[in-house]
């Protein structure tokens, strides 16, 4: 039987924490796709992660519909669900303030979860490891298979949306009407259809994000409320706004909750991520890439 090695496990929890970071960097950046365009944050995040990897179950293991065919499909659904979000609780929103906003993306949060237990129940589900489930011995760690597909995908969504902001048309009108909507509006952008495309991306990174993690960790209805903490939690440390700041704060806090974890105590993983980020935010409240204007808070 073989030995592990103190720096074995400490590479273990490393490799471990990387992939759950994965998961809030992925999250966090779908924050950062809403939140760019129109200054909100929408708490329906988590929910498109849940709907991910539900939605996939119910293709792949329920309809029996091949890999390669419930992938995307999944998430063209998500991304629909997304858009309706949009259009049936954002845009009839008369005068709309960010706090209304807000408080729409939170009942929305309520409603798909809900109706997520209507579908699937209460039970936890579980998916396929899309390369088996055969365990790979590196460096005294044991690392399951899904741990390279849940951070393979982090790469390839930082490497699609780099190329989709720089290099394509739709992505620079997102970006105008980040900087400045009212210009954006006068030189001819439509910021209600840019505001559509954002929920949209959200929508479609969030089911990726679900898809892959399921096979790790399970999916439930009511997981979303907590990916959504988590995601939102490390777009702040990264800094509300800068998509290298969601990525990065997605690794850290993970990687904080796994070495916690595992060094100190399991049942305090959480506590260990958010004194980290108070911490930060103590002495640098735009976070780690953050602008300091986004960090101002009114005071009265």
Not at 86 to 103: G, H, M, N, Y
Not at 213 to 221: G, R
Not at 241 to 248: K, L, N, Q, T
Request: proline residues 4%.
């Amino acid at each position: 039987m073989e030995t592990i090695t103190p720096a074995g496990q400490l590479f273990q929890y490393l490799i471990t924490g990387i992939t759950v970071g994965s998961i809030y960097a992925m999250v966090a950046v779908g924050f950062n796709i809403i939140y760019n365009v129109t200054e909100i944050i929408n708490f329906a995040q988590g929910e498109f992660v849940m709907l991910g990897g539900l939605t996939m179950i119910s293709l792949h293991v329920g309809l029996g519909l091949p890999l390669i065919a419930a992938f995307p499909a999944t998430i063209i659904i998500v991304t629909l669900v997304g858009m309706l979000l949009d259009r049936l609780a954002i845009s009839p929103i008369r005068r709309p303030t960010v706090l209304s906003l807000i408080i729409a993306t939170i009942a929305a949060s309520i409603l798909l979860k809900g109706t997520a237990m209507f579908i699937w129940g209460k039970d936890p589900y579980d998916l396929p490891a899309f390369s088996g489930r055969n365990p790979i011995n590196f460096l005294g760690a044991v690392i399951q298979p899904q741990y390279f597909w849940v951070i393979g995908f982090l790469i390839l969504t930082v490497i699609v949306l780099t190329l989709f902001f720089e290099k394509t048309i739709l992505g620079k009108a997102m970006s105008a009407c980040a900087d400045n909507p009212d210009a954006a509006s006068l030189v001819g952008i439509n910021v209600k259809q840019m505001i559509l495309l954002s929920f949209a991306l959200s929508a479609a990174i969030g089911a990726v994000a679900g898809i892959v993690v399921t096979p790790i960790s399970l999916m439930e209805y009511d997981r979303g409320a907590m990916l959504a903490v988590k995601g939102f939690g490390a777009a702040v440390l990264g800094g509300l706004g800068s998509f290298p700041g969601a990525v990065i704060g997605g690794l850290i806090l993970g990687a904080i909750e796994s070495l916690g974890a595992g060094l100190i105590s399991s049942g305090y993983k959480d506590a260990f991520a958010l004194i980290v980020l108070m911490f930060v935010l103590f002495y640098k409240p735009s976070g780690i890439f953050g602008d300091i204007e986004v960090s101002k808070i009114k005071r009265f």
